[in-house]
């Protein structure tokens, strides 16, 4: 069976520092990988997807990068922290194939003070 | 019009309530739905695909209109446990390069009162 990994878990971080989050996928190749935040009480935005190793699309302008340099691993960094990064953010998976949903790993939820 | 479009409620039922949501979408190409299950500092997760004959677990039933547009989740006998945030989940047709983005709704609230 497939399992997806994220952490850490929880993090607060300066404004200004760096960031690297890291979601890591088992059971399944080629997967479709996602990252969304969401603020507090808000809903899901998508912030980056990849249909392979090496290839990024991004969905908003904002301070953030994602990279995957395995097929099964996907990292979401930035260089310097903003107060507005602060969230819940998911990272998620589904397979290649038409019609197929979407499995979140467990989210780590970032502070930015 | 947004893609994907639900009451933010929240919906306040006592237990044993039936309660429905219901979660309109703009694509009328879209190809598959979902809805999704998010508990208080959760990761959402899968609650029931919605099929085009509808489809039924337990005490929910879920059911898809193409013709207006909109999906509904149905939940008969309320429990406590039920309460939760409810996202609807539209997959729409592949755009160019093959890529399926997922659109989500904002999710609908539900609070089950004792």
């Known amino acids: 069976s497939q399992t997806i990994h994220q952490w850490p878990a929880t993090l607060v971080q300066p404004v200004g520092s760096p960031l690297s989050l890291e979601c890591t996928v088992e059971?399944?190749?080629?997967?479709?990988l996602y990252w969304y935040r969401q603020a507090a009480g808000r809903g899901l935005q998508l912030l980056f997807y990849s249909v392979g190793i090496g290839q990024i699309s991004s969905e908003v302008p904002q301070n953030l990068s994602a990279s995957r340099p395995q097929d099964r691993q996907f990292i979401l960094s930035s260089k310097k922290l903003l107060l507005s990064d602060s969230g819940f953010y998911l990272c998620?998976?589904?397979?290649?194939?038409?019609?197929?949903?979407?499995?979140f790993g467990p989210g780590t939820r970032l502070l930015v003070l | 019009r947004k893609e994907v479009e639900q009451d933010p409620g929240p919906f306040n039922v006592p237990e044993g309530a039936t309660v429905a949501f219901n979660c309109t979408y703009s694509?009328?190409?879209?190809?598959?739905f979902f809805w999704y299950r998010q508990d208080c500092r959760k990761e959402p997760k899968l609650l029931m695909s919605?099929?085009?004959s509808g489809n039924e677990d337990g005490r929910f039933t879920a059911q898809l209109n193409r013709a207006s547009q909109y999906i509904s989740l149905l939940i008969r006998d309320s429990k406590l446990s039920d309460s939760a945030t409810y996202l609807c989940v539209v997959n729409p047709p592949s755009t160019s390069g093959g890529y399926q983005k997922v659109t989500f709704g904002i999710g609908t609230k539900l609070q089950v009162i004792p």
């Open positions: 998620a998976w589904r397979k290649s194939e038409r019609k197929e949903t979407q499995y």
């Open positions: 694509n009328s190409a879209s190809q598959s």
């Open positions: 919605v099929y085009s």
């Open positions: 059971g399944t190749s080629n997967p479709n």
